[in-house]
């Protein structure tokens, strides 16, 4: 059991580039969501996912985009880079019951 | 609106020492609660959590958790800190329980002296 996988660790970008931080779960929680952590302000929330199909916006969802098409993934994309987003991303899932499970995070700085 | 308040950005305990990291939550009923501690260059590992029942709450490595309903608050503890345990604390609120997402503190850094 992997758990919650996230990739890349870490990823440099210019400003103005897109790209993609990759979440995939291999417990099959049907819920899913993504955080960014930034100093003194802790986790905030920027998307989730309550199951395949169905996504929803959190606290900071501007510049991001999220689709859920299987149970398994919850892939987060930027898709035009800013410096406002240097920030250590990370993905969750759970079941109904279950507490949240972390993966280890994107290290991610826009230059 | 859901809050979590982490009063205590910074402490320094000695080892052995015990210890008591505060946090203060705003919803409007009862939460779910939960102690998440983060290891430099680490993702967040569980500590605790509290969904309903005994206010006492027992984790892993030795820490306990007290839900205080009429303080808001869900104080976590551990009666004799390591060395290991320097770290950064988070507590975390779940209030919508449909969406299974967290509201969490800003975080408290534990240092630990030997």
């Known amino acids: 059991n992997a758990g919650v996988t996230q990739t890349p660790k870490f990823q440099v970008l210019k400003t103005g580039q897109s790209m993609t931080l990759q979440c995939a779960q291999d417990?099959?929680?049907?819920?899913m969501s993504w955080y960014r952590q930034d100093p003194g302000m802790g986790l905030r929330l920027i998307h989730y996912?309550?199951?395949?199909?169905?996504?929803d916006q959190g606290e900071v969802p501007n510049g991001y985009n999220v689709s859920r098409s299987t149970t398994e993934d919850f892939p987060l994309r930027l898709l035009s880079a800013a410096p406002s987003q240097t920030s250590v991303y990370f993905c969750?899932?759970?079941?109904?019951?279950?507490?949240?499970?972390f993966g280890n995070g994107t290290r991610l700085t826009v230059t | 609106a859901q809050s979590v308040t982490q009063p205590d950005i910074h402490i320094t305990v000695s080892e052995g020492a015990s210890l008591e990291l505060r946090c203060n939550y705003s919803?409007?009923?009862?939460?779910?609660l939960f102690w998440y501690v983060q290891s430099p260059g680490q993702g967040l590992q569980l500590l605790l959590k509290?969904?309903?029942?005994?206010?006492l709450v027992q984790g892993i490595k030795g820490f306990e958790a007290e839900f205080k309903r009429s303080q808001s608050s869900f104080n976590l503890r551990k009666p004799s800190v390591h060395w290991s345990d320097a770290a950064e604390y988070f507590c975390a609120l779940e209030g919508d329980t449909g969406r299974r997402a967290l509201t969490f503190g800003s975080g408290t850094r534990l240092q630990v002296q030997p």
């Open positions: 417990m099959n929680h049907e819920y």
């Open positions: 969750a899932s759970s079941g109904s019951q279950s507490p949240l499970h």
């Open positions: 996912s309550v199951g395949a199909g169905i996504t």
């Open positions: 919803y409007g009923a009862t939460p779910y």
């Open positions: 509290y969904f309903s029942g005994d206010t």
